[in-house]
């Protein structure tokens, strides 16, 4: 899949003057730009990949803003014949977590995880790009470039303190090391020297 087909994707479901529509813009560029900074460290990673995954990850927020937006969006891109790309939508709302604790949390319903597990489409690891952009989804908010901490510390301040917020930051923050290993630097630093290149 080509940037310009995940563009066409979300234009597809999504008003041009929405906020999360700018968002999975600037996710999109910041996931490009970590993984153009780790290729050219010598790794092998998908740049194109990276930034369609960073257009598609909250295709789900065209039928609501809660928890289901990450299988929202994973149907919406598999509808579309785009299944692989669509896990990103669901594993970036997951972050670490099973189907079945998934279900306990309200992301989704006991019958979308049997199909699920059935597919076996959610199985495997994360690949290399699936991961920057689950990182460059945490730097990214509604204001631009911020830290994991403060990504988090807001979601706090809006939604309650509930304690999955405490586990997806420490989970996020675990990729964040993952990826500076590679990058041979913290990734909010690399954004914040690039942030023009983002807007």
């Known amino acids: 899949m080509h940037r310009e087909e995940a563009l066409a994707l979300l234009d597809r479901h999504c008003p041009a003057d929405s906020s999360w529509r700018a968002h999975c813009l600037q996710v999109s560029n910041a996931g490009y730009l970590l993984a153009e900074r780790i290729s050219q460290r010598g790794h092998a990673v998908d740049v194109e990949q990276a930034a369609v995954l960073g257009l598609l990850h909250d295709l789900g927020?065209?039928?609501g803003h809660d928890l289901r937006h990450?299988?929202?969006g994973y149907l919406l891109a598999r509808a579309a014949g785009h299944e692989e790309e669509g896990r990103i939508?669901?594993?970036h709302i997951l972050k670490g977590r099973t189907l079945a604790q998934g279900v306990k949390l309200g992301m989704l319903i006991p019958e979308e995880r049997l199909q699920l597990e059935e597919s076996g489409s959610l199985s495997g690891d994360l690949s290399l790009e699936e991961?920057?952009?689950i990182v460059a989804d945490a730097l990214m908010s509604d204001t631009g470039?911020?830290?994991i901490e403060?990504?988090?510390a807001n979601s706090r301040r809006r939604y309650g303190a509930l304690p999955h917020h405490y586990q997806d930051e420490a989970w996020v923050k675990a990729l964040a090391g993952e990826i500076a290993q590679l990058l041979g630097e913290d990734p909010h630093q690399v954004l914040q020297e690039t942030k023009n290149d983002m807007l």
């Open 89 to 91: 939508c669901l594993i």
């Open 145 to 147: 470039l911020v830290s």
């Open 150 to 152: 403060e990504k988090y």
């Open 131 to 133: 991961k920057i952009v």
């Open 61 to 63: 927020r065209s039928r």
């Open 70 to 72: 990450g299988v929202e």
